[in-house]
């Protein structure tokens, strides 16, 4: 929910060890694609908005905020709320880097909001989304979707940057992933707008995607209804992500597209943000470009 223009940023680490398995699963039926002859990679994906480090107990705590996202066992993760030297409230961390170095991945950051630092010479503010990656990330860039400025006064829908797109390539199979924080405001307009350039986004793209994120809304939401079309979230019925403690709505989804098959998805019950993280396992079937 927080202007800058479009980056790249690739931050290399080695491979992280194998993880301890999710917790608390809520497996769904495994939904197969139209046949495919490829033979099928494995995939586990995670999305968790991280609440720029806070716990439900809107203490701020990076190790905190990297142990919940090891103990997902994920490849590849979206996460949203990430402050990158952003104030006091993450002490001024570079959120995305800090949290690849711990966890051994590589990391895309997309600000959402880009402004001069407080105090001459020192880094810019960053607020945003991301992805970390166990696997190569072979392009990336920060793509614009229509928003509502918090940071501005009377602002009005204009298009701003903070939607994430990377290209990974994994054991061969190349997949886009995209990770996304959409309006979070009852008025459904602003979303539904989004919706419209994240279609006209994925549309340019060709080969598995799958998109990730805090979409603000329930899937069944009327103004969501048009990214069905093309994609499938992968937890229909699936447990609640929000807030962490007593959840009463699932507004933290998967989705992918339809050549994608979806063996399982889970949800941890974790107070490390005021969102719970959402995982999918998946088969990729063919190649992306």
């Not at 720029?52 to 949203?80: P, Y």
């Not at 407080?118 to 990336?140: D, M, N, W």
């Amino acid at each position: 929910m927080r202007l800058s223009i479009h980056r790249r940023s690739l931050l290399g680490a080695a491979l992280a060890a194998a993880l301890a398995p999710l917790s608390l699963a809520t497996p769904a039926s495994a939904i197969e694609p139209a046949g495919s002859a490829a033979p099928p990679v494995a995939l586990r994906v995670a999305t968790y908005n991280i609440h720029a480090g806070a716990g439900e107990d809107n203490v701020f705590d990076l190790d905190r905020t990297a142990e919940a996202i090891r103990s997902l066992n994920a490849d590849v993760v979206g996460l949203q709320e990430v402050d990158v030297h952003w104030g006091d409230r993450s002490n001024f961390v570079d959120e995305a880097q800090e949290l690849a170095e711990r966890l051994g991945m590589r990391a895309f950051f997309a600000p959402i909001y880009d402004f001069d630092p407080l105090t001459v010479g020192a880094p810019r503010r960053q607020y945003g989304v991301a992805v970390l990656s166990r696997y190569p990330i072979l392009e990336a860039e920060n793509h614009e979707i229509t928003r509502l400025s918090t940071q501005v006064p009377n602002p009005v829908p204009a298009p701003a940057p903070g939607f994430a797109e990377v290209t990974i390539n994994v054991r061969g199979a190349h997949v886009h992933v995209y990770s996304t924080h959409l309006d979070y405001r009852a008025d459904p307009t602003v979303r539904r707008m989004q919706v419209a350039d994240t279609l006209n986004i994925l549309a340019a793209d060709s080969g598995p995607k799958v998109l990730v994120g805090d979409l603000n809304a329930q899937p069944g939401a009327p103004e969501l209804a048009a990214l069905w079309q093309d994609l499938r979230d992968t937890a229909p019925g699936g447990a609640k992500t929000y807030p962490a403690i007593n959840p009463v709505s699932r507004i933290d989804v998967i989705s992918v597209s339809p050549d994608i098959t979806v063996v399982g998805t889970s949800t941890t019950a974790t107070a490390a943000s005021d969102h719970r993280p959402v995982v999918a396992d998946l088969l990729l079937h063919q190649r992306g470009d």
